[in-house]
């Protein structure tokens, strides 16, 4: 069964199934006029079989010609009541007891007995009737009579359980369009509650969801209370802090109110006082600026008693791999206070094979000696070698033209003098990045008594007579021909390089930077002597502008370091191959600006009237850096092998020749002349 289905469905669904079985079974019709029908009427519709019967002659028994009625049962009094409680538990106690009614009100039918079609009724006493024979016709019909009389008696019975059926069933109709109509009443009240309910259940969730709301704005406001309550307790605590405060400051205000009164005459001598002070202050500003003026033109007399040209002789030690010198090849000789002197001659032993005696003795080594104003044996340090230059750097601040050369062969470590050695050791620091400490370190110190300097790089390399910009970058590195020496203005005797970069530095940080710049722009190559050579002269320019805006006065001079390019010889077995004419046009330029360096030093040195700037490109870049008020200084470097022995003794020889003796020269020519070294 459907679990939807209702009971008053199920109620009808049973009735209709009830309605055949009467009706099939008996096959008679449920009209009126039928079921009046005479026993005699009945006689006459079973006459033509009686007829069929006698003329076929058949000796058994006449079988109807319509089936035997199953008897019908009455419905049990307990089945109705089931019947009835599930209709009410499915439909409700109204409907319940309408169907409880119908059970009540229908009436039990009593029980035929069944009997199969074509059987012979049972004797009375439970004997079994004996068979007639087929010539007991009279009997047979007494039979038939029988029977007739049974079937009509059932007839009956069955016509009047079927006329109580059909009652009941107009009864159970009309009930069920009464509970159908009730029960589409009570669905559309049932959907009405149902909208009812859901629009109530909604409306509940919305109650709910707000409930919660207020619930956490509660929650919220609670802690905002909570807080509030908090900072009123800690502002209250702070209202009778500042309060205890605000009474504090108020008995100190009393308190300095009178302290006020009797310091106001201390003020009024204290002024008294001060300006006497600043007077005194100011006489001795007066007094510093006399002395440091002093100072300046002490120290450039004292440069100009040192002479016009100092020559200072480096010797580099041997590195790792190179052989061992033969003892006596160079000597250092003591001062003339002796040993604690620092040395200032030099002596070298030359032996010369290819000569000998008629015995056939060997000739003994040629010694040569040499005196400079110093001489830094293979063992000197670079602060040994920037001490004996400081005070020469010290007049270029105070406004004087300082230049300084390395001259040497190559590999006598003049790159190493000038830059230092790689690897960033301040052990290893060349003249260049100690000379620029030291020159910010005494402006910092100048800039207490109201000089302010500025500092402007350039760093240019001449390479066969090119210059070319050593701290260019992008596509212009590494070209130098649209780099020229002009004025920089006209009627101007100052001396700029056109198209090159001049950097303003202000630190250690930013000359290093330029320094690793300028190593990789410039020109090397590999040289009998050294696997990198220089092949260019390097000159790194330093412009150094100072001013004191309170007096109104300015200072300006350039510091100039020069790194000069191999001066060996040209050996005269060397073959012509390409590569050779490049090394050959490039030893020709070098040694051609050398030989003109050393013009310009004697033309300097003998007082000439001209002086040969010209005739090379260094001296002409370096003409404001050697004549007038400037100061020279040169090293010459030298190397310890045996091997370089020949190219040793004429690097000496050109220093000697530059060298003079200590006169007190004009203030306008001074010459120094320093022999270094570098790994």
Same mark, same amino acid.
């Given at each position: 069964?459907?679990?939807?289905?209702?009971?008053?469905?199920?109620?009808?669904?049973?009735?209709?199934?009830?309605?055949?079985?009467?009706?099939?079974?008996?096959?008679?019709?449920?009209?009126?006029?039928?079921?009046?029908?005479?026993?005699?009427?009945?006689?006459?519709?079973?006459?033509?079989?009686?007829?069929?019967?006698?003329?076929? $002659?058949?000796?058994?028994?006449?079988?109807?010609?319509?089936?035997?009625?199953?008897?019908?049962?009455?419905?049990?009094?307990?089945?109705?009541?089931?019947?009835?409680?599930?209709?009410?538990?499915?439909? $409700?106690?109204?409907?319940?007891?309408?169907?409880?009614?119908?059970?009540?009100?229908?009436?039990?039918?009593?029980?035929?007995?069944?009997?199969?079609?074509?059987?012979?009724?049972?004797?009375?006493?439970?004997?079994?009737?004996?068979?007639?024979?087929?010539?007991?016709?009279?009997?047979?019909?007494?039979?038939?009579?029988?029977?007739?009389?049974?079937?009509?008696?059932?007839?009956?019975?069955?016509?009047?359980?079927?006329?109580?059926?059909?009652?009941?069933?107009?009864?159970?109709?009309?009930?069920?369009?009464?509970?159908?109509?009730?029960?589409?009443?009570?669905?559309?009240?049932?959907?009405?509650?149902?909208?009812?309910?859901?629009?109530?259940?909604?409306?509940?969730?919305?109650?709910?969801?707000?409930?919660?709301?207020?619930?956490?704005?509660?929650?919220?406001?609670?802690?905002?209370?909570?807080?509030?309550?908090?900072?009123?307790?800690?502002?209250?605590?702070?209202?009778?802090?500042?309060?205890?405060?605000?009474?504090?400051?108020?008995?100190?205000?009393?308190?300095?109110?009178?302290?006020?009164?009797?310091?106001?005459?201390?003020?009024?001598?204290?002024?008294?006082?001060?300006?006497?002070?600043?007077?005194?202050?100011?006489?001795?500003?007066?007094?510093?600026?006399?002395?440091?003026?002093?100072?300046?033109?002490?120290?450039?007399?004292?440069?100009?008693?040192?002479?016009?040209?100092?020559?200072?002789?480096?010797?580099?030690?041997?590195? &790792?791999?190179?052989?061992?010198?033969?003892?006596?090849?160079?000597?250092?000789?003591?001062?003339?206070?002796?040993?604690?002197?620092?040395?200032?001659?030099?002596?070298?032993?030359?032996?010369?094979?290819?000569?000998?005696?008629?015995?056939?003795?060997?000739?003994?080594?040629?010694?040569?000696?040499?005196?400079?104003?110093?001489?830094? &044996?293979?063992?000197?340090?670079?602060?040994?070698?920037?001490?004996?230059?400081?005070?020469?750097?010290?007049?270029?601040?105070?406004?004087?033209?300082?230049?300084?050369?390395?001259?040497?062969?190559?590999?006598? $470590?003049?790159?190493?003098?000038?830059?230092?050695?790689?690897?960033?050791?301040?052990?290893?620091?060349?003249?260049?990045?100690?000379?620029?400490?030291?020159?910010?370190?005494?402006?910092?110190?100048?800039?207490?008594?109201?000089?302010?300097?500025?500092?402007?790089?350039?760093?240019?390399?001449?390479?066969?007579?090119?210059?070319?910009?050593?701290?260019?970058?992008?596509?212009?590195?590494?070209?130098?021909?649209?780099?020229?020496?002009?004025?920089?203005?006209?009627?101007?005797?100052?001396?700029?390089?056109?198209?090159?970069?001049?950097?303003?530095?202000?630190?250690?940080?930013?000359?290093?930077?330029?320094?690793?710049?300028?190593?990789?722009?410039?020109?090397?190559?590999?040289?009998?002597?050294?696997?990198?050579?220089?092949?260019?002269?390097?000159?790194?320019?330093?412009?150094?502008?100072?001013?004191?805006?309170?007096?109104?006065?300015?200072?300006?001079? &350039?510091?100039?370091?020069?790194?000069?390019?191999?001066?060996?010889?040209?050996?005269?077995?060397?073959?012509?191959?390409?590569?050779?004419?490049?090394?050959?046009?490039?030893?020709?330029?070098?040694?051609?600006?050398?030989?003109?360096?050393?013009?310009?030093?004697?033309?300097?040195?003998?007082?000439?009237?001209?002086?040969?700037?010209?005739?090379?490109?260094?001296?002409?870049?370096?003409?404001?850096?050697?004549?007038?008020?400037?100061?020279?200084?040169?090293?010459?470097?030298?190397?310890?092998?045996?091997?370089?022995?020949?190219?040793?003794?004429?690097?000496?020889?050109?220093?000697?020749?530059?060298?003079?003796?200590?006169?007190?020269?004009?203030?306008?020519?001074?010459?120094?002349?320093?022999? $270094?070294?570098?790994?």
């Amino acid at each position: 069964m459907d679990p939807q289905r209702s009971p008053l469905l199920e109620l009808k669904g049973n009735i209709e199934l009830k309605r055949p079985l009467i009706k099939a079974p008996s096959r008679l019709p449920l009209s009126g006029s039928r079921l009046k029908r005479r026993p005699d009427q009945m006689e006459d519709g079973l006459e033509p079989e009686k007829k069929r019967t006698r003329v076929l $002659g058949a000796t058994t028994k006449i079988a109807t010609s319509r089936p035997r009625v199953p008897p019908l049962t009455a419905v049990p009094q307990t089945q109705g009541q089931t019947t009835a409680q599930k209709v009410s538990k499915k439909t $409700g106690p109204r409907c319940s007891t309408t169907v409880a009614t119908v059970l009540k009100n229908q009436k039990p039918v009593p029980a035929v007995p069944v009997q199969k079609p074509g059987t012979v009724p049972p004797m009375v006493g439970g004997k079994k009737p004996s068979k007639r024979p087929a010539w007991d016709l009279k009997g047979q019909l007494c039979d038939v009579n029988a029977e007739l009389k049974r079937c009509r008696e059932r007839t009956q019975t069955l016509d009047q359980e079927n006329q109580q059926l059909q009652d009941q069933l107009r009864d159970a109709q009309e009930q069920t369009k009464a509970l159908g109509t009730e029960r589409r009443t009570l669905e559309g009240q049932l959907a009405t509650v149902q909208a009812h309910a859901e629009q109530g259940q909604q409306e509940l969730k919305k109650l709910r969801a707000h409930i919660v709301e207020l619930e956490e704005r509660l929650s919220t406001q609670e802690g905002l209370v909570q807080e509030l309550q908090k900072k009123q307790v800690e502002l209250q605590e702070e209202r009778r802090g500042l309060t205890s405060q605000l009474e504090e400051k108020e008995r100190r205000l009393r308190t300095s109110e009178a302290a006020l009164s009797s310091s106001q005459a201390e003020v009024a001598s204290l002024r008294q006082e001060t300006a006497a002070q600043a007077a005194l202050l100011t006489e001795r500003e007066e007094r510093l600026h006399g002395l440091e003026m002093e100072r300046r033109r002490l120290h450039n007399q004292l440069q100009e008693l040192k002479g016009n040209i100092r020559v200072f002789c480096r010797v580099r030690p041997v590195l &790792p791999g190179e052989p061992t010198p033969p003892p006596g090849l160079l000597l250092f000789p003591s001062g003339p206070s002796g040993p604690s002197d620092p040395p200032t001659r030099l002596s070298l032993s030359r032996s010369d094979e290819r000569r000998g005696t008629l015995s056939g003795a060997p000739v003994p080594p040629t010694r040569h000696d040499f005196s400079f104003d110093r001489v830094f &044996p293979p063992g000197s340090r670079q602060d040994e070698v920037f001490e004996e230059i400081a005070m020469l750097v010290q007049s270029a601040l105070d406004g004087y033209p300082v230049c300084i050369f390395a001259y040497g062969q190559t590999g006598s $470590g003049k790159t190493f003098t000038m830059e230092g050695g790689p690897g960033g050791d301040p052990q290893l620091e060349g003249l260049i990045p100690r000379a620029l400490r030291h020159l910010f370190s005494v402006a910092q110190e100048l800039s207490g008594q109201g000089w302010t300097y500025s500092f402007v790089a350039s760093y240019v390399e001449i390479y066969n007579e090119t210059v070319r910009d050593l701290l260019a970058t992008g596509t212009r590195k590494g070209q130098g021909g649209d780099c020229e020496i002009r004025h920089a203005r006209p009627g101007s005797e100052e001396l700029t390089v056109t198209n090159a970069r001049y950097v303003p530095v202000s630190c250690e940080k930013e000359v290093e930077a330029l320094l690793h710049l300028a190593r990789q722009n410039r020109a090397v190559a590999r040289t009998a002597q050294n696997e990198r050579s220089s092949r260019s002269h390097s000159v790194f320019q330093l412009q150094i502008s100072g001013e004191h805006s309170s007096r109104g006065l300015q200072c300006g001079a &350039p510091l100039s370091l020069v790194d000069l390019a191999g001066s060996e010889r040209l050996d005269p077995g060397l073959a012509f191959g390409p590569g050779e004419r490049e090394r050959l046009r490039e030893t020709q330029a070098i040694n051609s600006s050398l030989s003109t360096l050393g013009l310009v030093i004697m033309a300097l040195s003998n007082k000439e009237s001209h002086v040969p700037y010209r005739n090379s490109k260094l001296t002409y870049l370096l003409q404001n850096s050697l004549g007038g008020s400037a100061k020279m200084l040169m090293f010459v470097n030298i190397s310890p092998l045996e091997e370089n022995v020949s190219e040793s003794l004429n690097s000496l020889r050109f220093a000697s020749k530059v060298r003079l003796p200590p006169v007190i020269p004009r203030p306008c020519q001074y010459l120094w002349v320093v022999v $270094g070294f570098s790994i």
